[in-house]
């Protein structure tokens, strides 16, 4: 069965910090796909990436990047230089090929001026 | 940018009553998906549906839900007789065929009272 850790439930920075969130996640495939979501106080669900499990390459998309590494079974996102309009919940989910999405609990992010 | 839309955006409900939540899909998708996040916790997979029928559902999919494609845009999700922990956020979700990622709606937050 697929499941996602985020061991993290807050974190709180002050501008212009750098903030990793954590995922961990658990799976029996070898096809899986790993996802990243934005829930900002407005509650709607932003997505931010996608990865899937043959593509450990890491990216990075202006002030956003993700570490996935397979030994580890994670998938982490760094933001650089964090602003306040990053505060939100930041959810990691995982899908296996053809199945549906499960999220992880949660990382609530606080960036304060 | 085509989107997934949601109505309403809002609902209050008397325990018993039942509550039909619609959802316009992206039009080229063919994955359908229901979510939902009670107040403060994670997002939890209710149901997809594919080809005109439920392709997996979880635990939480009991009896007193059901889905719906009743014409070629929308899809509903029924909850028969409400109760009080029925309360939460209904994300609808869509993806196109060969594509892992989805895409959700902005939401309808249903209060039972």
């Known amino acids: 069965a697929q499941k996602v850790t985020q061991a993290q439930t807050e974190i709180s920075v002050v501008e212009k910090e750098d903030v990793t969130l954590d995922c961990v996640y658990e799976t029996r495939d070898t096809t899986y796909y790993l996802f990243w979501y934005k829930q900002p106080p407005s509650g709607e669900l932003v997505f931010l990436i996608r990865r899937n499990s043959f593509d450990e390459q890491n990216e990075i998309s202006g002030r956003y990047s993700w570490n996935f590494q397979k030994s580890t079974s994670s998938f982490n996102f760094t933001i650089t230089a964090s602003q306040v309009v990053d505060s939100a919940v930041y959810f990691c989910a995982l899908s296996e090929l053809n199945n549906d999405m499960r999220f992880g609990a949660g990382t609530r992010l606080t960036v304060k001026p | 940018e085509p989107e997934v839309t949601q109505t309403p955006s809002h609902q209050v409900t008397q325990m018993g009553q039942e509550v039909i939540l619609r959802c316009v899909p992206i039009s080229n998708h063919l994955y359908f998906y229901w979510y939902r996040q009670i107040l403060g916790q994670k997002v939890e997979f209710l149901v997809s549906?594919?080809?005109?029928?439920?392709?997996?559902k979880s635990e939480i999919f009991d009896d007193q839900f059901s889905v719906e494609r009743p014409d070629g845009s929308n899809f509903t999700l029924k909850i028969r007789s409400t109760k009080l922990e029925d309360s939460a956020m209904y994300f609808c979700a869509s993806r196109a065929l060969e594509q892992e990622t989805q895409y959700f709606g902005p939401g309808t937050r249903l209060l039972v009272l």
């Open positions: 549906f594919y080809n005109n029928e439920i392709s997996e």
